[in-house]
Structures are given as structure tokens and as C-alpha cells.
């Protein structure tokens, strides 16, 4: 339910809201996405508000999607988090190449801190290195005025643009006010194979045409300047973009700041303008020094951060005063919270419990099961990244001595199977280990972790709406796998330790799915069912 009234002349609303009200005045014609903490709650809004939604199976997919509707002339997002970025790069390093009839926003939320995430990587690196127009918002009415700003960008020299959110943005709240949207676009086919067919011939000739863009939006930038500054004192001045800014006016209220708006592409003559008149410039950022490396490489001296201390983690109002005082001592120790753990009632519970007692070596991977490499369970041994679980099982498997390769088991959820772990049975089926392999499917009927979103395997789409349901057994009989068994480890612990150890056993391909919904999303699975059946039932009549 929406926490706040949309037609409202001013709000207080968080940054995510604000890009989901934004898309709404902007008409989005199309929004995808896969979920991702601190991103997902800017596709559920936009549902809320009417706005047409759709989750994928992963942000490859959701970007697939979103670029085929730009390609029709109409205006389309697709969301992420960082590391949805790596499943997406594929698409984003040549969409830049052809180009987009409409307007294409990538909406990508980094996680300085870590908060919720297993890297802390700078998606400004893949803005440079895809040679992607990029958006810095530093609150929620930043995120309001900058999609629009960016979607104008985008349709006027047709290409994709980035608009990178972080941690503190998507979910601080801050007042908007809103300013009107823009008009609809009308969605046609034009056929442009040279633009969209990105063989060589086709494509050495789009690689020139992007960095003319790129050139030609540096004047944009310079000219309609997407930048603010505060003026203040010349003996001070600093350079930032995003939440940082607010950092400095609070830890330097006399300094003279330059905001950076659009940070890809710089405006370099911006920036030597600001500079010239100054005694001393810092530049502030969080994770890596992007904009230092990349403003001295303009050749404008500025100071940066000391990397080992402030290269890592959320800054704040001390921290930027300090790296205005030049200290390089480190960061008082942070007081020790609570460690995360699995809900009390949560299935993967009886699941881990099992996998300890079996003394399994359980490659993971990730979701809210990830919790159990913690105490009291300490029963995963690796996570890397989405789907990796399948992969890395396979390779132990392939290289340890038989006894202890029957131990190992690959351990994947529903939602994180269907975003990556189907080429993993393929995997499996192909290049069978001699021991055979186990993969099991934690499947708690939904995509628990970042807040209980739908996925192809709950049969409901992001409104909870019945669609079709993927069936994980038909997927492993048609890859190959040897044996398939369905098992509710809460109901029937000891049915699931000993299907297991069977599986373990064998120097066969295995797919157990232990199915058992998440305690949190019962209620609202049965709620969701009951309504999709009655209105089925009202259609029929």
C-alpha cells in the first residue's frame, strides 16, 4: 500500500518513491527489473501507481526487455542493484553501440557499506568503460527532476543512460516537490538493421558514432549544466556528486561546492572554472576516487581521499571532516550489532540442520538462506554470486577424491534457480563428475530476501497476479538429471535427511526441490491464491 499520496503538491517520500513518481509523469510505457536491495521498491510503486511493471527472470533479461521496448520508439527503465550490473553488462556495452529509438533509463542502486550485498563496486566504472551517459541523484527531489532529465538525454541522442542511486538515496526520505513530467511517446517499429545488428561491419562504425555522442554531450553538459554551485569561501573549495554533497555543505558550511550532476560524460570546462580561483579543492566521493582519478586525468590538480581508510563504506558528516583535516588515522571500531539470522519457523532451517548433520560441503549461494554459514548452523562453505552454487559444487566434484566428493552439494534458492541456476543443470548434464552431484532447491514459494517480490516459480506475476508457473521437475527431466524428488523438509525432516543421503550416495545427477514456504509470506501466498481463485472463478462464470 502506498505510504503517501501521489497527486499530493509536496511529499516526503524516500528516493525510490520519488523515481517511481517520476516514471509515472514521465509515462514509462515500460518497467523492468529483477529485485535487489536497495532497488526494488522503485517497480513495486510504480505498479502501485498504475504503471506497467514486470519482474524478470534476471536483470539480463529485464534489460533485454526494456531495450526491445526503447527500439519501438517507446520510454522504458529497467532496475537493478550494483550486481545486477554484471548480469546485465552484456546488454548495456552494446546498447550503447546501437542506440535506442525511444528512451532508455538504467536505474542501477549501489550499496556503499555493504549493507546488503557481497561487493561494494562502483558502477561508475561501468558507465567509463560502457561509454554510458551517467546521472548522479544526491535526494529524492534530485532522483524526481533527474530521470526526466535523463530520459530528455536519452531521446535526444538516442542512447541509454544510467542514473545511479545509492544505499543512503534510495531510502532516505527528503521533501518533493513535483515539477510535471513529459509528454507520451508513441511506440512504432522502424526498421534500422545497421543501427540494431551489431556484426562488424555494422558495429566499427556505431563504435565511432558513440564517442561523437560523447563528445557532443560533454557541450550538453557544460551548456545546460546539470551542476550546482554553492559559493563560498575560495580558500575551500570541493567537488562531489550524489548524497556526499549533502555531507560537505554539513561538514564544510564555508566552502565553496561544486555538485556534480551528470558525471558521465564530465563537464571538464565546469569544473576548470570552479577550480581556477580556489586555494586548495577536495574531491568527496564514496568507494572508489572515480571523479578524482578521472578530473586529474583532465589535468586539474585535486586532492582525494586517503584510499585506506575512506576508500571503503558509507561517508557521513565525521568522516568527510576528517578527510578535510587530512587524517589518515583509521575509523573508530564500529559497535557490534546483533548478528543477522534465519526468521524463527523459517524452513531453511530444518534444510541446514540436515545438510550439518551430513556432514555436507555445501557450495551456497545466495538469499536469505545464506544466513546459515552463520552460527548456530556454520553450514555453507562458499558464496560468490548468483547461481555459482551449481557451478562451484560441479568443480569440487570434478577434483576431489571420491569419498569426499560425495559429500558435496550444491544449495540454491527458487528465485535465485530461475535468475541463474538453470544453465547450471545444463552444466551438470553435460559434463557429468564421476561421483554424479546433488543440487538442492530451497523453495520457499518467493523471493523472501529483498522483501517477499514474485518470480516465474510462484506462478503470480509483481501484482501478484496468476500467470504461468515454471515446473523446476519438467526442467530437470528435460536437462538430463537422473532423479528428481520433491520433499517438504519442515513436515518431513526425516524423508528429506534420507532422500538426501541416498542422493549422496549415488554416482548419479540428483534434483531435490525442499519446498516449504517462507513463514513471513504465507499469509499473504494464501491470501493472493484465494483472490486468484475467485476471480478465475468469477471469469469462468
Known amino acids: 500500500m502506498l505510504s503517501f499520496d501521489p497527486n499530493a503538491s509536496r511529499m516526503l517520500i524516500s528516493g525510490n518513491e520519488a523515481l517511481a513518481l517520476s516514471m509515472l509523469h514521465c509515462k514509462v510505457q515500460l518497467a523492468t527489473g529483477y529485485p535487489g536491495t536497495p532497488s526494488t521498491e522503485i517497480l513495486e510503486n510504480f505498479s502501485e501507481f498504475g504503471g506497467k511493471a514486470q519482474w524478470a527472470p534476471n536483470e539480463k533479461v529485464a534489460a533485454e526487455v526494456a531495450l526491445g521496448a526503447a527500439f519501438a520508439a517507446a520510454r522504458s527503465v529497467v532496475t537493478m542493484k550494483h550486481v545486477g550490473l554484471n548480469v546485465a553488462s552484456d546488454v548495456l556495452y552494446t546498447a550503447t553501440y546501437s542506440g535506442v529509438s525511444g528512451g532508455m533509463v538504467w536505474i542501477v542502486a549501489d550499496d556503499p557499506g555493504q549493507a546488503s550485498s557481497q561487493n561494494e563496486q562502483d558502477t561508475r566504472n561501468h558507465a567509463k568503460a560502457a561509454v554510458c551517459p551517467m546521472f548522479e541523484p544526491s535526494d529524492s527531489q534530485d532522483a524526481y527532476e533527474m530521470l526526466k532529465t535523463a530520459f530528455e538525454v536519452s531521446e535526444k541522442f538516442q542512447i541509454p543512460v544510467i542514473l545511479r542511486m545509492t544505499t543512503r538515496v534510495c531510502h532516505s526520505k527528503s521533501i518533493v516537490r513535483p515539477t510535471g513530467g513529459l509528454e507520451a511517446l508513441t511506440p512504432k517499429f522502424v526498421r534500422d538493421i545497421a543501427s540494431r545488428v551489431m556484426v562488424p561491419g555494422y558495429s566499427k562504425p556505431a563504435a565511432r558514432r558513440l564517442r561523437k555522442k560523447m563528445e557532443d554531450l560533454e557541450v550538453w553538459n557544460v551548456q545546460n549544466h546539470e551542476s550546482l554551485v554553492v559559493e563560498g569561501s575560495n580558500d575551500l573549495g570541493i567537488i562531489t556528486s550524489g548524497i556526499c554533497f549533502h555531507h560537505a555543505r554539513e561538514a564544510a558550511p564555508e566552502a565553496s561546492i561544486l555538485k556534480l550532476g ?46 585506506p581508510v575512506f576508500r571503503f563504506g558509507e561517508l557521513d558528516v565525521n568522516r568527510v571532516k576528517r578527510i578535510l583535516a587530512g587524517e589518515k588515522t583509521p575509523d573508530p571500531e564500529a559497535v557490534k550489532g546483533k548478528p543477522p539470522a534465519l526468521c524463527q519457523g523459517c524452513p531453511h532451517q530444518s534444510s541446514f540442520a540436515v545438510f550439518k548433520e551430513l556432514d555436507c560441503i555445501v557450495a551456497g549461494d545466495i538469499g536469505c538462506y545464506t544466513l546459515a554459514a552463520l552460527p548456530p548452523y556454520s553450514a555453507m562453505d562458499m558464496m560468490i554470486d548468483m547461481g555459482a552454487s551449481i557451478g562451484m559444487g560441479l568443480g569440487l566434484r570434478h577434483v576431489l577424491p571420491p569419498e569426499e566428493a560425495r559429500r558435496v552439494v550444491s544449495v540454491i534458492g527458487d528465485s535465485t534457480f530461475v535468475h541463474s541456476g538453470i544453465t547450471g543443470l545444463v552444466e551438470m548434464a553435460y559434463n557429468r563428475p564421476a561421483t554424479g552431484h546433488v543440487v538442492v532447491i530451497v523453495d520457499n514459494s518467493i523471493t523472501a530476501m529483498t522483501g517477499q517480490q514474485e518470480h516465474p516459480g510462484t506462478g503470480r506475476k509483481l501484482d501478484h497476479s496468476p500467470t504461468y508457473k515454471l515446473d523446476y521437475t519438467e526442467i530437470a527431466k528435460a536437462t538430463g538429471i537422473d532423479n528428481v524428488v520433491e520433499v517438504n523438509p519442515v513436515r518431513d525432516r526425516e524423508a528429506f535427511k534420507t532422500v538426501l543421503r541416498e542422493a549422496l550416495s549415488k554416482n548419479e545427477l540428483s534434483l531435490i526441490v525442499a519446498k516449504s514456504p517462507c513463514i513471513l509470506a504465507l499469509k499473504s501466498i494464501l491470501a493472493w491464491e484465494k483472490a486468484n481463485k475467485e476471480a478465475a472463478a468469477k471469469q469462468e462464470k
Do not use: H, Q
Not at 289 to 305: M, T
Open 262 to 307: 551528470m558525471t558521465y560524460p564530465l563537464p571538464a570546462d565546469v569544473i576548470r572554472d570552479f577550480v581556477k580561483d580556489k586555494k586548495r579543492v577536495v574531491v568527496i566521493e564514496e568507494n572508489d576516487p572515480w571523479l578524482a582519478e578521472n578530473i586529474r586525468a583532465l589535468g586539474i590538480s585535486v586532492e582525494a581521499k586517503y584510499d
